[in-house]
């Protein structure tokens, strides 16, 4: 029998790993390996060119009582191809979205940048020249650019772009700070995937993947308001998607 597929595809410093981890751990899933790198098959031309065959085969190989296969590769969020791709081979497949209060994560983001090597301007300044610097970056190293901070935080605008190849119902929607405080949560999400919603991971509310040795991430309030206020607008129309109160993220 075909196992379905789910595909973690987002946003970059949300919990995408942790969800990882919680996913990996259910005796009823199996994950693509290894979670690092990423496999990143369905938008890397010359991995894609190789068949799905090839897919099957290199990422996963027959967890024993698997009932769903999943993959994890956050920058699937912000790559039509790739959204473009899963739908013609899997065409009933699921996206899973974790999204985090978007200012908490465009200062993640910049530390990951930093710790990276990628980035050497001041917090601030890095903000400010976004939109002109975020092309340039060396595509040999990374598959996205390092520097699209604010616009990757925009979420409902990836969403709305999915939504053009998957029905709503293909599309889960978790909060990063709903998962890592309620278990509520979890169950909820292993009930969609279709396995047994009772199973308490081990990885459950650890910490994985965060940023390490990076200074105080306090950033001036004039700052934080600049970046609070710039997400207003998108933020209110993924409230209206969700069917929620995102109140909690101003």
Not at 55 to 84: N, W
Not at 164 to 187: C, K, P, V
Request: charged share 25%; glycine share 6%; with cysteine.
């Amino acid at each position: 029998m075909e196992l379905k597929h789910f595909f973690i595809a987002g946003a970059q410093r949300s919990g995408t790993t942790y969800l990882y981890h919680l996913c990996a751990e259910h005796p009823q899933i199996e994950m693509a390996q290894p979670v690092k790198p990423e496999p990143k098959f369905f938008m890397t031309d010359s991995l894609y060119e190789r068949g799905l065959e090839y897919y099957k085969s290199a990422y996963f190989k027959g967890k024993p009582g698997a009932l769903i296969l999943g993959e994890k590769s956050t920058s699937y969020i912000e790559v039509e191809k790739a959204a473009q791709r899963i739908s013609q081979h899997f065409p009933d497949g699921k996206i899973i979205f974790i999204l985090r209060n978007p200012v908490e994560r465009v200062i993640s983001n910049y530390w990951f940048s930093v710790k990276n090597g990628f980035e050497k301007l001041p917090i601030e300044e890095a903000f400010l020249k976004e939109e002109e610097r975020r092309q340039s970056y060396d595509t040999s190293k990374v598959s996205v650019s390092p520097y699209a901070y604010l616009g990757r935080g925009r979420y409902i605008e990836y969403i709305e772009m999915y939504e053009r190849y998957f029905s709503a119902g293909q599309i889960y929607i978790i909060l990063h700070e709903q998962i890592i405080n309620s278990g509520q949560t979890l169950r909820d999400f292993y009930a969609y995937l279709g396995v047994d919603p009772a199973f308490v991971p081990a990885s459950l509310h650890t910490v994985i993947n965060a940023n390490e040795n990076k200074p105080d991430k306090n950033i001036d309030p004039q700052l934080r308001k600049y970046l609070e206020n710039y997400f207003v607008e998108s933020n209110a129309r993924l409230s209206k998607r969700l069917g929620i109160s995102l109140a909690e993220w101003q």
